[in-house]
């Protein structure tokens, strides 16, 4: 199928979409969002899909929520149609997402990356939660996970000021897993996919789950949580099959991926 603001390819187990607004620098207008939402659902679904990338451009991940189409909006509109509900289907994704992100991810756009799972920067990479020059604030989580990632002063100057912060910054302070140069940003967020998607996919998203669990919930109940799932891994196949694997010094060879 094709879409209008995005380019969505397969390789192997991985897919990849490419936001595609490069004239508005990938600016999250509706259609984009809806586009996104609906093809991670389909791959969320598909059993040939283990992980999913979103890139965008060298120039910009994504430059915020777009703001013309924002422009007129009222809040009766933008709370009666749940504007930014769409969000929601992001994070709710099971299967890992790697953001890939390359030049500007400002606003909605840093706030699209941080609903994924890994951030891997380009060295260009620029974040940022610009909004208050606009006279507004973050709505899609940049108070939330900024903080939970960075901590609360960065977050707190980062929102307060608008200030944007550079590729090295964000990996010192923990909002990348790590930064790559600009032109082997693709091929590194690829491998790192089909290195996920290589594992039993059941196993992947229990350790998603149980990683999220951990920031909705107290410590020992994220343990408890996080036991139980270990212990119904025991009642697969897979579980069997890794073991033995390593025992008789030979790869693995797992079914459910
Ligand atoms: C709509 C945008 C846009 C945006 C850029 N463009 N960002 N259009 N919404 N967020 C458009 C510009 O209008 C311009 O279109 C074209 O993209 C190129 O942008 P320039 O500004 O000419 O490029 P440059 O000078 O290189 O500056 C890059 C930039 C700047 C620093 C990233 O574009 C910028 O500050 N953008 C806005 C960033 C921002 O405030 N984001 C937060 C949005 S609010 P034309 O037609 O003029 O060529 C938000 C709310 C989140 O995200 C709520 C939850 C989702």
Redesign the pocket.
């Given at each position: 199928k094709e879409y209008a603001t995005l380019i969505v390819t397969r390789e192997g187990k991985v897919g990849l979409i490419t936001l595609n607004r490069p004239?508005?620098?990938?600016?999250?207008?509706s259609q984009l969002?809806g586009e996104l939402c609906e093809v991670l659902n389909i791959f969320d679904k598909d059993p040939e899909i283990g992980c999913i990338v979103i890139t965008g451009g060298e120039?910009?991940f994504?430059?915020?929520?777009?703001?013309?189409?924002?422009q007129s909006k009222t809040s009766v509109e933008a709370y009666s149609t749940a504007?930014?509900a769409p969000?929601d289907t992001i994070a709710a994704t099971r299967k890992p997402i790697i953001a890939a992100v390359a030049?500007?991810a400002?606003?909605?756009?840093?706030?699209?990356a941080m609903s994924c799972d890994i951030i891997l920067a380009a060295e260009n990479a620029?974040f940022?939660?610009?909004?208050i020059?606009?006279g507004?604030?973050?709505?899609?989580?940049?108070t939330q996970r900024l903080t939970r990632a960075v901590g609360k002063a960065k977050a707190m100057e980062l929102c307060l000021t608008?200030r944007?912060m550079f590729a090295d910054e964000a990996e010192r302070s923990n909002l990348v897993s790590r930064i790559v140069p600009v032109e082997s940003l693709h091929d590194e967020a690829m491998k790192t996919a089909s290195k996920i998607a290589d594992f039993p996919v059941h196993v992947v998203m229990m350790i998603k789950e149980s990683i999220n669990r951990g920031f909705v919930t107290t410590l020992s109940e994220g343990v408890r949580f996080e036991r139980n799932q270990f212990y119904s891994l025991f009642a697969t196949e897979d579980q069997k099959e890794g073991m033995a694997a390593f025992i008789e010094k030979r790869k693995p060879q797992f079914k459910n991926r």
């Open positions: 004239k508005a620098l990938n600016a999250l207008n969002v120039k910009a994504a430059a915020g929520a777009d703001i013309k189409e924002m504007f930014l969000y030049g500007y400002l606003g909605g756009g840093c706030e699209l620029v940022g939660q610009p909004e020059n606009l507004i604030m973050p709505g899609a989580g940049g608008g944007q």
